[in-house]
């Protein structure tokens, strides 16, 4: 198994904190396949869910992956830990198809989803190996209130 990580999760980026309670924030992480992404076990940490967060949304785009599937959730150990034991689940996603393919969890889904006072990677599974090339990437859009 490998582990993946994107800009936000090796903390080069940061999703927004709003500075007022009640204030919907929204965070975009993408991530291009310009590595060969090789196995089914493989994990992408593709963002972080900020502490406090409540989840009120979330939807995955994915660009030029075949016929593949992907499991979407929260992420054991801490957030931008580069520790390949660290598993993720299916909160968000559980076999959404991203084929050139857009999906919306549903309100009900997110709020499931209880709020921790530590900063949470959100991480993906997908059920085929990608081979890196232009223009193959996966987006993540979650929107959060603290």
């Known amino acids: 198994m490998a582990l993946f ?25 993408t991530y291009a396949f310009n590595k060969d992404f090789t196995a ?25 992956l075949g016929a593949t599937t992907a499991d979407i959730g929260i992420m054991t150990g801490d957030a931008g830990e580069n520790d390949e034991t660290r598993t993720s689940g299916i909160e968000l996603f559980d076999d959404v198809s991203v084929n050139d393919n857009e999906a919306a969890a549903s309100v009900k889904t997110c709020l499931a989803l209880t709020p921790e006072q530590k900063h949470r990677g959100i991480g993906v599974v997908l059920s085929a190996n990608v081979v890196a090339g232009a223009g193959k990437k996966i987006t993540l859009v979650i929107e959060y209130v603290y």
Do not use: N, W
């Open 40 to 64: 089914a076990d493989d994990i992408l940490e593709i963002g972080m869910l900020p502490a406090g967060a409540q989840v009120l949304g979330a939807t995955v785009i994915g660009e030029s």
């Open 5 to 29: 990580q994107s800009a936000t999760a090796k903390r080069r980026h940061t999703p927004p904190v709003p500075q007022q309670a009640g204030v919907k924030a929204a965070a975009v992480f």
